[in-house]
Structures are given as structure tokens and as C-alpha cells.
């Protein structure tokens, strides 16, 4: 399959392309919002792959790297057009860009929640609008569109009220267009995981590179989420493996308007 994945250079979207890339995936296109991020990671994924051997479709494995924007529609636009010129269509689409900041309610200026939404709710839905405007005329595809389990939770102790609006704003628009689109063989589905970390793209509760740097530095910080998560345990990136991949294959091909949620029981 055409797998197309923003937020892809790092964190759990780069993730979410190994995933790809170690269940058989041949076309990736990597989105970032800086075209040199993109591009490196892109060439690390099948540098990555060519060393450990495990891809069944090495020879022909062929990973791109886009600038995207996903705040921008016209950004958006031109990342799955180039996409489709390349590869000659796209199956399986994850809206994985995303942000976070901690302001308490009171003190959050209002630009930054702007861009914000911005890039997780106008960001999500103009991802998920083109891809479904290449998957309809060739008969369907999936979307997965990142959640949080902050759309169901309130976290604490951080403060992150617009981040959890925007988060829940996902949820239930995968299950609007699950329902508008399900007809047309286009499947949307939802995989929440654990929340991200203050002030940075990387997912915490996650144990992202950044996020272990970070939380070296704030060991409370950690055993706090620890004791809050019933497994006793940060998730790894690895962990979300097998539930996105199932989501993107014909595994899943009865499921939409569904969420997954990876969170070691915290909700």
C-alpha cells in the first residue's frame, strides 16, 4: 500500500512509518513542516531498512519527503499531490502533526491557542479531506486521525485546556466523516494514545528521545504519571505499532468510526 504519514520526521509519527516500513509498506511519503527534516528522515527510514533486513519489499522500497504545513489548506493540497504524482495514489493516511503548550485557562494568550487549533483540529481535517479525495475515485482507503485520551480525560497535574478541546474535536470528527465518507469505501478511524508533553511536538507518557531528555530533568514529573497509569509504566513508541498498522490494513476493513485507545489502562 501508499502509506502517507504527517508529523513524520520524529516522535510518534516517524514512528508510525517503521511501523510501515517493518510490515511491508513500499510507497511512504514522509510530511513535515520543513522540507531538509523531511528529507533526512525519509533517507534514515530506508538506511534504517536496508540495514536491518527484515523489509520483504526492500528493492523496491521508495520513501519521499514533503514540506507540509498541515495549518495551511494549500500546503496540504500540494503535499498529496505530489504524493499521487509519485506513487500514483495513497492508501492509508495518518494526521499525526500536532502540538501542545501548558498555560493555565486564565493566562493562555490567544495566538497560541489559534495556532493550536490551527494545526490540530483545521490541520486534521484538511489532511483528511484531501486524502479522502484521492482515495474515493479509486474505490476507498484508510484514514487514522491521532487522537488523545485527553478528548475523554482531564490531565493533571499539567494545564492544557485548548489541547484537550482540540484533541476531543478529533475524536468526534473521525466519526463524522466515518459515517459521511463510509459509503465511499473511505474508513476513518481514531488511535488515542497517551498525551503529549509540554511545549513540544513529542508525545510524553510516551518515552520519545525528547521526552526522556525532558523528564531526566523531572523525575517527580515522571513517577506522577507513572502512579496514574495503572500498567505502572510510560508507553514506548512500539507499543502503538500493531494497533496502527491494523488500522491501515485490511485488517481493520469493517471498522470505522472506531478508536483505539493505548494508554495502559490511564483512562
Partial sequence: QV??????????GNEFCRAFIRSGCTSLALLDLKQSEAQVAAEELV?????????????TLEVIGLECDVSSEVSVEKAFTKTVEAF????????????VENYSALDY??????????????????????????????????????????????????????YNASKAAVKHMASSLAVEWAKKGVRVN????????????S????????????????????????SL????????PEDLDGAIVFLASDASRFMTGSEIRVDGGYC
Fill in 3 to 12: 502509506c502517507l504519514v504527517t508529523g513524520a520526521a520524529r516522535g510518534l
Fill in 47 to 59: 538506511r534504517l531498512a536496508s540495514a536491518s533486513g527484515e523489509h520483504v519489499g526492500l528493492d
Fill in 88 to 99: 500514483g495514489g495513497v492508501d492509508a493516511v495518518v494526521a499525526s502533526a500536532g502540538i
Fill in 109 to 162: 494568550p490567544s495566538d497560541r491557542m489559534k495556532r493550536l487549533f490551527d494545526i490540530n483540529v483545521h490541520g486534521t481535517y484538511f489532511t483528511a479531506r484531501e486524502a479522502a479525495k484521492c482515495m474515493i475515485p479509486q474505490g476507498g482507503g484508510s484514514i487514522i486521525l491521532v487522537a488523545s485520551m485527553s478528548a475523554n480525560i482531564v490531565n493533571v497535574p499539567q494545564l492544557q485546556t485548548p
Fill in 190 to 201: 481514531a488511535l488515542r494514545h497517551e498525551l503529549p508533553l509540554s511545549l513540544s511536538q
Fill in 203 to 226: 508525545p510524553g507518557y510516551m518515552m520519545t528521545k525528547l521526552t526522556r531528555t525532558i523528564l531526566s530533568n523531572e523525575p517527580e514529573l515522571k513517577r506522577t504519571w507513572e
Fill in 229 to 236: 497509569t495503572p500498567m505502572g509504566r510510560m508507553g514506548e
